[in-house]
């Protein structure tokens, strides 16, 4: 999987697909803006039934709007735009997040931009890029599995205050760590600026081909960040009550689960960005890198 090339552009866009961030009704005004400037353009734009009743528009259902559509737009913060990464996974399609949050590291669009950039894409002045995901398999004891994936995160966390989380590491069958502690995090590079940085993992390059395991609150000094290369699959198995939160958005018992296997997926996320568009800059913003 090459993650440092770019995707080529899109060859024909007829049709759109939109989201917005769910309860946040004040966002029609900028939905307005985005159909009026494709219905100008003459594009098809069609918007994901949840999100039409929000708007008080016509919508579709969401799987119908993806294979429709040649590329995806969520309006919202971070949070929004994992969500559609996630779901909209198996459809490949290009996805641009349009900015209406606080503290945004994927979407570098603000809504008072959306029309412009809308042009520009037009023009094919725009970037695609790749961002690569986790893929978890979980292992139940019934026998059965389930796949899901994760754009940012995947956190291994006690499921009440007390205890510990006692957590086993396997590469090939051999245990790597036992990790004692508040919990784990996996990460990908993209997911490196969310809840990685806040227990003090390393901030990674979003296009860097990497798997991340950052312990939360642990139990041993000694333990520390690790970050491993892409073909490597990693088995956990614990005792412990934990909860395995996928992207902050969905969550799993471990006391349900044989194990946990986690791997980069074949293919990444293809998010749509402005060409000049420069991860530094954006760091040196959120995090006030550089100030004196």
């Given at each position: 999987?090459?993650?440092?090339?770019?995707?080529?552009?899109?060859?024909?866009?007829?049709?759109?697909?939109?989201?917005?961030?769910?309860?946040?009704?004040?966002?029609?005004?900028?939905?307005?803006?985005?159909?009026?400037?494709?219905?100008?353009?003459?594009?098809?734009?069609?918007?994901?039934?949840?999100?039409?009743?929000?708007?008080?528009?016509?919508?579709?259902?969401?799987?119908?709007?993806?294979k429709k559509s040649d590329f995806l737009i969520?309006?919202?913060?971070?949070?929004?735009?994992?969500?559609?990464?996630?779901?909209?996974?198996?459809?490949?399609?290009?996805?641009?997040?349009?900015?209406?949050?606080?503290?945004?590291?994927?979407?570098?669009?603000?809504?008072?931009?959306?029309?412009?950039?809308?042009?520009?894409?037009?023009?094919?002045?725009?970037?695609?890029?790749n961002r690569m995901v986790l893929t978890v398999?979980?292992?139940?004891?019934?026998?059965?599995?389930?796949?899901?994936?994760?754009?940012?995160?995947?956190?291994?966390?006690?499921?009440?205050?007390?205890?510990?989380?006692?957590?086993?590491?396997?590469?090939?069958?051999?245990?790597?760590?036992?990790?004692?502690?508040?919990?784990?995090?996996?990460?990908?590079?993209?997911?490196?600026?969310?809840?990685?940085?806040?227990?003090?993992?390393?901030?990674?390059?979003?296009?860097?081909?990497?798997?991340?395991?950052?312990?939360?609150?642990?139990?041993?000094?000694?333990?520390?960040?690790?970050?491993?290369?892409?073909?490597?699959?990693?088995?956990?198995?614990?005792?412990?009550?934990?909860?395995?939160?996928?992207?902050?958005?969905?969550?799993?018992?471990?006391?349900?689960?044989?194990?946990?296997?986690?791997?980069?997926?074949?293919?990444?996320?293809?998010?749509?960005?402005?060409?000049?568009?420069?991860?530094?800059?954006?760091?040196?913003?959120?995090?006030?890198?550089g100030q004196l």
């Amino acid at each position: 999987m090459d993650i440092l090339t770019s995707f080529k552009k899109m060859k024909k866009i007829r049709a759109v697909g939109l989201v917005i961030r769910p309860n946040s009704p004040e966002l029609k005004v900028h939905y307005l803006k985005i159909k009026k400037k494709l219905k100008k353009l003459g594009i098809k734009l069609y918007v994901s039934k949840y999100s039409s009743t929000l708007l008080g528009c016509e919508g579709i259902e969401f799987e119908k709007m993806c294979k429709k559509s040649d590329f995806l737009i969520a309006i919202g913060g971070d949070g929004t735009l994992i969500s559609l990464c996630r779901r909209s996974y198996k459809f490949k399609k290009p996805i641009l997040g349009i900015y209406a949050g606080n503290l945004g590291f994927l979407t570098d669009i603000k809504c008072e931009e959306s029309s412009s950039f809308l042009d520009k894409i037009f023009a094919g002045e725009y970037r695609i890029d790749n961002r690569m995901v986790l893929t978890v398999k979980f292992n139940y004891k019934d026998g059965k599995s389930r796949k899901v994936v994760a754009f940012n995160d995947a956190v291994f966390s006690r499921h009440s205050v007390d205890g510990m989380c006692n957590i086993k590491a396997l590469v090939n069958g051999h245990i790597i760590n036992n990790y004692k502690g508040d919990g784990l995090i996996l990460s990908t590079p993209t997911g490196s600026t969310a809840y990685n940085l806040s227990v003090g993992g390393p901030v990674v390059y979003p296009l860097t081909q990497a798997l991340i395991l950052t312990p939360i609150s642990p139990h041993s000094l000694t333990q520390r960040p690790l970050i491993m290369p892409v073909n490597f699959s990693v088995k956990f198995k614990s005792d412990s009550d934990l909860s395995i939160i996928i992207d902050g958005q969905e969550v799993y018992r471990m006391r349900d689960l044989e194990s946990v296997e986690v791997k980069i997926g074949k293919r990444g996320v293809k998010m749509i960005h402005r060409v000049e568009k420069n991860y530094f800059q954006t760091i040196k913003e959120k995090l006030n890198w550089g100030q004196l």
